[in-house]
């Protein structure tokens, strides 16, 4: 998602047809499952969705990138930051609300039949590097992992996407502001290993779009060691462990 939103790539494909949403296509982009939250990063999936492929280039994310919309009950949203011809990466607005009666479709010269989504408060799902979460060490932004693993009492960060609504509001596609931040308006809890994590910090990341990251205490126990189940909860909902 970061690296979508700085750079720009366009590949001449020729178009074969009108856009189509396959079914299912429009998912979580962090765990492709189908549940869709404010503010949250969705991708969606089809055929003939664009004749290039396009990264955004520059914050705030445009309503169309390289001729290609996406709309919700007809409406373009704010926040596209990827097209191809196969798929299509975009915010969806803060402005929902939980429920039905929503639809999303894909406008390139001609918009896609509608798909039918149900709009859930928040639906946390974390984005993964391969099978491992993406946790960074803050000090030296190097990634958790086996070579360096996360120490009791440690900070670490997580990205994700799907923690809903955030206090104080931020413009659908603009940059999270540094000050105040954005904090998730809901309760957001971390697990790590079954045991509570102290969570210092839950919202947009500051100076990008549409990026959650949640700031966590590493639990000091002397048995949690190797491998552990990473789950983060806003209240009800929870992520993928």
């Known amino acids: 998602v ?4 700085n750079a720009l790539l366009v590949w001449n494909i020729p178009p074969s047809g009108p856009p189509t949403i396959s079914p299912g296509g429009v998912v979580n982009a ?6 869709i939250s404010p503010g949250q990063w969705v991708s969606i999936f089809g055929t003939n ?9 520059s914050l705030p994310l445009p309503t169309s990138l390289c001729g290609v919309s996406v709309l919700v009950n007809g409406n373009p949203v ?6 191809s011809p196969t798929q299509v990466n975009s915010l969806a607005p803060f402005s929902l609300v939980p429920g039905s009666g929503y639809t999303v479709s894909v406008q390139f010269g001609v918009a896609s039949p509608g798909q039918s989504i149900t709009v859930t408060p928040a639906s946390p799902a974390i984005f993964m590097s391969g099978n491992t979460p993406i946790l960074i060490h803050p000090f030296n932004g190097s990634l958790v992992n086996g070579d360096a693993p996360a120490q009791g009492g440690e900070v670490l960060v997580s990205y994700l996407t799907g923690l809903g609504a955030v206090c104080p ?10 000050k105040p931040l954005a904090q998730v308006c ?7 290993g ?7 910090f839950a919202g947009l990341s500051p100076g990008l779009a549409g990026l959650y990251q949640v ?15 990473l789950v983060i909860q806003v209240m009800p909902a929870t992520s993928p462990p």
């Not at 969705?49 to 280039?57: H, I, R, V, Y």
């Open 2 to 5: 970061v690296r979508q939103v």
């Open 30 to 35: 962090a765990d492709y499952k189908a549940a």
């Open 49 to 57: 969705l664009s004749s290039q492929t396009c990264n955004a280039a």
């Open 78 to 83: 704010a926040g596209v930051n990827y097209v």
């Open 169 to 178: 509001t931020v413009a659908d596609g603009a940059a999270a502001p540094f």
């Open 186 to 192: 809901g309760k957001v809890a971390v697990t790590l």
């Open 194 to 200: 079954g045991q509570q994590a102290d969570v210092q």
């Open 215 to 229: 700031n966590f205490v590493v639990p000091s126990i002397s048995w949690l060691t190797g491998p552990q189940d």
